[in-house]
């Protein structure tokens, strides 16, 4: 029964569900507590998860990220006050609920996945993915090229993920950005790796991956030069190029995310990703994704909240500005 939402003159059903008609923890589990897709004719953003963990090298179980995001997001609000926007009541955004695969077959799996996406995008232009692995990373953008050419990627993560093959595969979640570079998806002016950090299997790594096209900002930069110097070079660096951001949940320390499969020590806090991403509005985002949130290694939800929290700040900077003086309430 869907209770406690507002309709639209076209009887589509805009923002999430009234809090004040439906405890948010009795609401129906969408992202947000948004509509569903059944619910609207259209969005501006579609919210597509993807539990697909199939090539995971290390703690397995992100096949369980989306469904514990879309959990942890119960809470998010209408009105971020940081950002002054209105992540889902400036625009309209729907959940587009999972992708199916055959998960013991990668090569399909990414097919499905790249199909998934070009639905996606007929339905709403953007598309945030709830992962999985960030394998997946390479179907989105796969799916995105076809439609805006080459894009740049804002990547967090931990680690590079421009790895060659593991166990002489070529399709894993450490592989993703080096395919999309050699199949000629990536904008190579203008990609940045931000928060990198822990070993490699030699120095040879970091150089490889330039030739790709990445620029690294490694995480004890971050730490010993700030977010706002950061910011400035990832801008620099994307200009108003196309720009997809990928995060994986591991770029934050394991203490503010302890739910994910290659846990690195050294990492970021939640409040310096959260800041950096609001920074991006007005950026081209074309999509984005939050990838490797592992809920059997999480406690207390904190990395739930933690990834819900960073959909919420992508939202945000995709919303437009309200008008001077407009004042809403749910
Ligand atoms: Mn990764």
Known sequence: MVRGFKRTSNGDILGQIATTEVPRYSAPGTFGLIPDHREVTGAQVGILGVPFDSTVSYRSGA????????????????????ANKWPFLGQQV???????????????????????????????????????????SLPVLRALSRRHGQISVIHFDAHLDTWDTYFDQPYLH???FRRASE????????????GTRGGLYGN??????????????????????????????????????????SVDI????????????TPEPGGMATWQLLHMLRSFSGMN?????????????????????????????????????????EIKTR
């Open 63 to 82: 096949r369980f990220g989306p469904e514990h995001i879309r959990n942890a997001s119960r809470l998010l609000r209408p009105y971020n006050p940081e």
């Open 94 to 136: 729907a959940d587009l609920g999972d992708v199916a695969f055959n998960p013991y077959d990668i090569v399909s799996a990414l097919g499905s996945i790249e199909s998934a996406v070009l639905e996606a995008l007929e339905f709403a232009p953007k598309t945030l993915i709830l992962g999985g692995d960030h394998s997946i």
């Open 174 to 176: 450490g592989t993703p």
């Open 183 to 194: 199949e000629g998806l990536l904008d190579r002016e203008g990609c940045v790796h931000v």
């Open 204 to 245: 040879t790594d970091m150089l490889e991956d330039k030739t790709l096209g990445f620029m690294t900002i490694r995480c004890h930069e971050l730490h010993l030069d700030g977010v706002e110097v950061a910011i400035e070079r990832i801008k620099q660096r994307v200009k108003d190029r196309p720009v997809y951001v």
């Open 250 to 261: 591991d770029v934050l320390d394991p203490a503010y995310a302890p739910g994910t499969g």
């Open 285 to 325: 985002i074309v999509g984005a994704d939050i990838m490797e949130v592992a809920p059997a290694y999480d406690h207390a939800e904190i990395t739930g909240f933690a990834a819900a929290h960073v959909g919420y700040e992508l939202l945000s900077a995709w919303a437009p500005e309200p008008g001077a003086g």
